[in-house]
């Protein structure tokens, strides 16, 4: 199947009237927002153009290349959001989104089959995607190529494309689920989405499912949260970075060696792809999980792992009103701590957690007070052990 007569299946009349009204325009003598204009099924685009004060921008010489959503990918938009995006107070953002859909030069489809990615005029990258004679742009689809234009080239797409934070730009690629659930395990895929900008060093599912059996699953315990996220911050640096012979601090502490060998490499990692631009910072695809040289922890470490763990389970059920099952989870953590991390605390902060457990079975505490017993203790020894 050729690239260049990609249609979406004829699902829906909007389609056909689609390709019926490109056919009919006298391509290449146009500019692209004539071409739009002329098209009928593109009033909504044009009228956001119009509103962004984009008009003469896309009627220059350019070349450009526009991913055009139709009047129905903008009917696709959540209620609201398109009357909200066309008040001159939202001029800033409309011009952000529509930008987001134009890249610089002209791009025909059988070039953009071979490109992982563009570089929008917005600032942002687009992934590209081509699979059994499907393309998507952004997880956008698109339904009709090359529609030539004096000024550029259009492709039409059934979905208005939105620039991505780094979460939502590794969400659409559809190759990072182990990485984002490796984040939220970790605690940091909000930190991934603040404003940065960070530089992300991003391993492929294939790269996470290349690590030895059990890895994976084992890193995702609630147990190894802090090993996890000392892993993953060893992928992120602060500042947008390009890539360079260079040595850089990453956000658990160690350096990352770049050296460029035709291609880049990170550490031992290939960068299959490099400056995947998102609205927050940069990403760099990467073949290889990073392992960064993490010192064994102590046994002090291991004892305040459990007290957090501990804390981090209990808090939510005592604030849910089921102090019991705080309690019980309290319990259990002193239990752990006096059976198999003795050796972490001295005879003071031993003595402090068997009184605990001995007050609160001696029946005259309701569930209340036993939680808050046993989270004194661990206070009280997670901060002597902190000041060792």
């Not at 234009?149 to 620039?163: F, R």
Request: aromatic share 4%; hydrophobic share 45%.
């Amino acid at each position: 199947m050729e690239v260049s007569s990609i249609r979406a299946e004829k699902a829906t009349a909007e389609n056909e009237a689609t390709a019926i009204s490109w056919a009919d325009s006298s391509g290449g003598n146009k500019d692209i927002v004539e071409m739009a204009a002329g098209a009928g099924q593109f009033n909504t685009l044009v009228q956001a153009v119009g509103a962004a004060g984009l008009v003469d921008t896309l009627k220059r010489p350019g070349p450009f290349t526009v991913f055009a959503p139709t009047d129905g990918a903008f009917a696709k938009l959540p209620k609201g959001t398109l009357e909200s995006l066309l008040k001159p107070q939202n001029r800033a953002k409309l011009v952000d989104i529509l930008t987001y859909h134009v890249v610089p030069g002209r791009i025909v489809a059988n070039q953009v089959v071979d490109l992982p990615k563009a570089d929008t005029v917005q600032g942002s990258s687009v992934l590209i995607a081509a699979k059994d004679g499907e393309v998507r742009v952004a997880g956008a689809k698109v339904i009709k190529a090359d529609i030539d234009a004096s000024n550029g080239v259009i492709h039409v797409i059934d979905t208005v494309i939105m620039p991505k934070d780094i979460v939502a730009t590794a969400e659409a690629a559809g190759q990072f689920k182990t990485l984002l659930a490796a984040a939220e395990a970790a605690g940091l895929l909000n930190a991934l989405k603040d404003d940065g900008p960070l530089t992300v060093f991003a391993p492929t599912d294939d790269a996470f499912a290349a690590l030895p059996d059990g890895t994976v699953a084992d890193l995702l315990r609630l147990e190894n949260r802090d090993r996890l996220a000392a892993i993953l911050k060893y992928h992120v640096v602060a500042g947008e970075i390009s890539l360079g012979g260079r040595r850089i601090k990453t956000l658990q502490g160690n350096q990352l060696n770049i050296r460029p060998t035709g291609s880049f490499r990170v550490d031992e990692a290939n960068v299959l792809l490099a400056d995947v631009r998102a609205t927050n910072g940069v990403l760099h695809v990467v073949d290889r999980v990073l392992l960064p040289t993490l010192s064994e922890p102590t046994a002090s470490d291991k004892a305040m792992s459990v007290i957090e763990l501990a804390i981090r389970r209990g808090v939510p059920l005592f604030n849910a009103g089921q102090p019991s099952a705080c309690a019980a989870i309290y319990e259990v953590a002193v239990e752990s701590l006096l059976k198999s991390h003795t050796n972490a605390f001295s005879d003071e902060d031993r003595s402090v957690l068997q009184n605990a457990l001995g007050r609160i079975r001696s029946g005259h505490q309701d569930a209340s007070e036993q939680a808050w017993t046993l989270r004194r203790a661990l206070d009280m020894v997670y901060e002597s052990l902190s000041e060792d």
